[in-house]
């Protein structure tokens, strides 16, 4: 019996610990003036890499654009908060990132292999009025889509659409028809040449 009063004895004279450690709520002034630095200089940074990196890093996306904001977010996180980043990995990282991505953009303007390995081809999905249902069906496009994209284009019917192509970037794009049947913007597209 006077182990047990001993153990509780000793029990109540100890520290308790704290449940949450305090440095949850505070790390101290060094470690919000290092977040405050690296958190300025980060931005300003992807900034200037994005702004230099051209239009087409900031516009509607394909799959191959989508890489770079969904990449340089965790990077730019990373390099304000944790303390094991430094602010020159983190913009090294940026830096790499950007250059990777402006590579294969150069590289899939000069040769159509890589074009086709990372661009997606535009997709012919009605023509003349008709749905191909085919490429629909591979696209995952349904009519209620096709729909919506004619009445956003201005026009009555689906019959009066020459053509409904969805673009690389996954936008619907409408082409009216035309008494001259003349419909040259349709050169490339996938599915054209089977219909022309």
């Known amino acids: ?13 100890r520290k308790k610990k704290p449940v949450i450690d305090s440095s949850i709520f505070f790390n101290g002034w060094g470690a919000l003036l290092r977040t405050l630095v ?14 230099g990196s051209g ?8 799959p191959f654009d989508m890489i770079i904001p969904l990449t340089l977010g965790p990077i730019l996180a990373s390099t304000i ?15 790499l990132l950007i250059g990777l991505h402006q590579l294969m953009a ?5 040769f159509e292999q890589v074009r086709e390995l990372i661009e997606p081809e535009p997709t012919l999905l009605v ?15 349904a009519e209620e889509e096709l729909l919506e994209a004619v009445r956003e284009s201005g026009l009555s019917s689906i019959k009066d659409a020459e053509a409904i192509v969805l673009e690389a970037d996954g936008q619907f794009n409408v ?9 040259t913007s349709l050169k490339g597209v996938e599915g054209y040449a089977v219909h022309p």
């Open 38 to 51: 690296a958190g300025i200089c980060a931005y300003l940074a992807m900034v200037i890499l994005l702004r």
């Open 175 to 183: 082409i009216e028809r035309s008494p001259s049947r003349k419909t």
């Open 127 to 141: 023509l003349r009025g008709g749905f191909l249902h085919k490429a629909m069906r591979r696209e995952r496009v």
């Open 1 to 13: 019996m006077r182990e047990v009063y001993l153990f509780f004895r000793e029990n109540k004279n």
């Open 55 to 62: 239009k087409r890093t900031l516009s509607q996306m394909t």
């Open 81 to 95: 908060l944790l303390p094991q980043v430094s602010l020159v990995q983190g913009l090294f990282a940026f830096g």
């Open 106 to 110: 150069w590289l899939s303007r000069r």
